[in-house]
T-cell receptor, first 112, second 113 residues
Framework: KAGVTQTPRYLIKTRGQQVTLSCSPISGHRSVSWYQQTPGQGLQFLFEYFSETQRNKGNFPGRFSGRQFSNSRSEMNVSTLELGDSALYLC???????????FGPGTRLTVT | AQTVTQSQPEMSVQEAETVTLSCTYDTSESDYYLFWYKQPPSRQMILVIRQEAYKQQNATENRFSVNFQKAAKSFSLKISDSQLGDAAMYFCAYRSADNDMRFGAGTRLTVKP
């Protein structure tokens, strides 16, 4: 079974721009979660989707949004990028919202 | 809010020895799940072991085992016969029944040859 894939793997953007990251879960997994990982703040939960519905949301500003498609693929969008948004963005999928999560390799976003 | 605390930012162990990584959590829930994840340098995060709170028996996966103390809200990871490939950042994670997922700050494990 193929693992969780994330595209792109690396991204450089400038302040004020917006960015869209993509995540394809493991086949059969219906839950997708997004995390932001930084050296200072560690792993912080962004949001979780299950069957195209947002089930849970972390404490991030409204500039961070996401969605899930009927094939369980998910995208997250960050608008009006700030320098502090530079981070590794991890996507994780699971069979359901109570099962263990399997992580993708991440998208490293650099905002200049 | 549930919090997960890993009090050891860094640990080191000699190859072939045993090391224990600590994790405590705070929750008022009775039904939840606990996990240990491993993130090798510049590599993908992978699941090491999982424990359901309703199970009294400690989970074991090959050289990895946990000591789950529900009353004390403690969930430590023991790595036996440590190998060089065990060097990584280890994260303890808590997932509530209503899907709230929290991670600890991580413990960086160094394995000395």
């Amino acid at each position: 079974k193929a693992g969780v894939t994330q595209t792109p793997r690396y991204l450089i953007k400038t302040r004020g721009q917006q960015v869209t990251l993509s995540c394809s879960p493991i086949s059969g997994h219906r839950s997708v979660s997004w995390y932001q990982q930084t050296p200072g703040q560690g792993l912080q939960f962004l949001f979780e989707y299950f069957s195209e519905t947002q089930r849970n949301k972390g404490n991030f500003p409204g500039r961070f949004s996401g969605r899930q498609f009927s094939n369980s693929r998910s995208e997250m969008n960050v608008s009006t990028l700030e320098l502090g948004d530079s981070a590794l963005y991890l996507c994780a999928s699971s069979l359901s919202t109570i099962h263990e999560q399997y992580f993708g390799p991440g998208t490293r976003l650099t905002v200049t | 809010a549930q919090t997960v605390t890993q009090s050891q930012p860094e640990m080191s162990v000699q190859e072939a020895e045993t090391v224990t990584l600590s994790c405590t959590y705070d929750t008022s829930e009775s039904d939840y799940y606990l996990f240990w994840y491993k993130q090798p340098p510049s590599r993908q995060m992978i699941l090491v072991i999982r424990q359901e709170a309703y199970k009294q028996q400690n989970a074991t996966e090959n050289r990895f085992s946990v000591n789950f103390q529900k009353a004390a809200k403690s969930f430590s990871l023991k790595i036996s016969d440590s190998q060089l490939g065990d060097a990584a950042m280890y994260f303890c994670a808590y997932r509530s029944a209503d899907n709230d997922m929290r991670f600890g700050a991580g413990t960086r494990l160094t394995v000395k040859p």
